[in-house]
């Protein structure tokens, strides 16, 4: 068993308004049951281990790409909206922010009663993961969300955040049960957190020596500090730059999603009539479905698909999202009937793009790019926490 990693975000105190909660916990929905039919419950949970896929989900779901609230809000939605299900699709969501995560041992012991798992174990590894990041893990994160998804196999990923007043900044951190060996040694898939000067790690192989000394209770001291653990580090400013996205992939799904274009490849005639800039959502939700982990190396990049509540890097589309939702949502239907064309039609949107991006040569107009999303974003609905998109204001020439 291993813990599979952490991140650093920057702290935002905002909330996620209804309006885009419930789009978040449809989508999310959607995107969960087609990785379950597609991959299956072990897929899954390898997902959510990987906070570079967590991250691009978060963003694909019109959260801010690099805040600590991605965290609370996906899990928040993604939990209101699966656990129903959880009969159905075999896996069950545990915990959650501040007073919910008290509740994780009972919600996984009922969890665990109904599915012949074995309830103390499993209550043990959700208490020692947190004991973990807690404590022997000394980074200055106090954590404050916890969230155990588990399999009625009895697989499971963890997801919980700590936060830090000082640096004003907050640290996730990603276990997987069959990664993890040990949870002292090394448990770690990934913590994803910005380099702030040493830490302790009592998890890391360097630190047996000092483990060793502890239990002994000797009075000898490590001669340094252990090393910082793997990271992933997300920039401290709010708006999404070009640096932040792989301009060869992003400028790919754009071209590809000109309708004009969809009617060129066989595999896409099924998506003709859905207009660009829902081809566009879809192409991204179409990836956090059935791309691989070497596409989720640039986060940012997935809030193309539906901005950000923010407004950055443009106002949230609702007519969009909810286009893509039904979208998407009728296209599981449909397979679930037997016709799965639609279906293989969304996922041949990603792997077309793939293809595409092969020869495709980014022109550097990402600056316009934003400029004439946010433009354009009235004409879909676009609204942030701040209120609704409104046209741009076009100056009149004043005749003399």
């Known amino acids: 068993m291993k813990n599979t990693g952490t991140a650093d975000l920057p702290l935002h105190y905002g909330h996620v308004p209804l309006w885009l909660a419930e789009r978040m916990g449809k989508l999310g929905l959607a995107i969960v049951e087609e990785i379950l039919s597609n991959k299956g419950k072990n897929e899954l949970l390898t997902r959510f281990s990987d906070p570079f896929w967590f991250q691009s989900l978060g963003a694909v779901m019109g959260m801010d790409w690099h805040s600590s609230g991605i965290t609370t809000a996906v899990m928040g939605a993604l939990k209101r909206n699966i656990n129903?299900?959880?009969?159905?699709?075999?896996?069950?969501?545990?915990?959650?922010?501040?007073?919910?995560?008290?509740?994780?041992?009972?919600?996984?012991?009922?969890?665990?009663?109904?599915?012949?798992?074995?309830?103390?174990?499993?209550?043990?590894?959700?208490?020692?993961?947190?004991?973990?990041?807690n404590t022997a893990i000394q980074d200055g994160f106090q954590l404050y969300q916890h969230n155990f998804i588990i399999s009625n196999e009895g697989?499971?990923?963890?997801?919980?955040?700590?936060?830090?007043?000082?640096?004003?900044?907050?640290?996730?951190?990603?276990?997987?049960?069959?990664?993890?060996?040990?949870?002292?040694?090394?448990?770690?898939?990934?913590?994803?957190?910005?380099?702030?000067?040493?830490?302790?790690?009592?998890?890391?192989?360097?630190?047996?020596?000092?483990?060793?000394?502890?239990?002994?209770?000797?009075?000898?001291?490590?001669?340094?500090?252990?090393?910082?653990?793997?990271?992933?580090?997300?920039?401290?400013?709010?708006?999404?730059?070009?640096?932040?996205?792989?301009?060869?992939?992003?400028?790919?799904?754009?071209?590809?999603?000109?309708?004009?274009?969809?009617?060129?490849?066989?595999?896409?005639?099924?998506?003709?009539?859905?207009?660009?800039?829902?081809?566009?959502?879809?192409?991204?939700?179409?990836?956090?479905?059935?791309?691989?982990?070497?596409?989720?190396?640039?986060?940012?990049?997935?809030?193309?698909?539906?901005?950000?509540?923010?407004?950055?890097?443009?106002?949230?589309?609702?007519?969009?999202?909810?286009?893509?939702?039904?979208?998407?949502?009728?296209?599981i239907h449909r397979s679930k009937l037997g016709n799965s064309d639609k279906l293989k039609a969304i996922q041949s949107l990603y792997q077309v793009a793939e293809r595409v991006e092969q020869d495709f040569v980014p022109n550097g107009n990402f600056e316009e790019l934003i400029e004439k999303e946010r433009a354009d974003s009235w004409k879909y609905e676009g609204r942030t926490v701040f209120g609704k998109a409104k046209p741009p204001i076009v100056k009149q020439l004043t005749l003399f």
């Open 84 to 133: 129903p299900y959880a009969k159905e699709f075999g896996i069950f969501i545990c915990g959650g922010k501040g007073k919910q995560s008290t509740q994780t041992p009972i919600e996984l012991t009922r969890y665990a009663e109904l599915n012949s798992l074995d309830a103390a174990a499993l209550v043990k590894c959700s208490k020692l993961s947190a004991k973990v990041d």
């Open 155 to 331: 697989n499971w990923t963890v997801i919980q955040q700590g936060m830090s007043n000082v640096n004003a900044t907050a640290r996730r951190y990603h276990w997987h049960s069959p990664s993890l060996k040990s949870f002292t040694e090394e448990p770690h898939t990934f913590i994803y957190g910005q380099n702030r000067g040493q830490i302790l790690n009592l998890t890391a192989q360097e630190a047996q020596p000092l483990k060793t000394s502890i239990l002994s209770i000797t009075s000898a001291q490590p001669e340094q500090m252990i090393k910082e653990l793997k990271k992933l580090k997300m920039p401290a400013h709010h708006d999404v730059r070009a640096e932040n996205v792989d301009m060869k992939r992003l400028g790919a799904i754009l071209w590809l999603a000109q309708e004009q274009n969809v009617s060129n490849f066989e595999e896409l005639l099924l998506l003709e009539g859905l207009g660009p800039r829902t081809l566009q959502s879809l192409a991204l939700v179409s990836e956090v479905i059935y791309g691989s982990p070497a596409r989720f190396k640039d986060p940012a990049r997935f809030s193309f698909a539906h901005g950000g509540k923010d407004g950055h890097p443009f106002p949230v589309p609702l007519k969009v999202y909810d286009e893509t939702i039904q979208t998407l949502q009728n296209a």
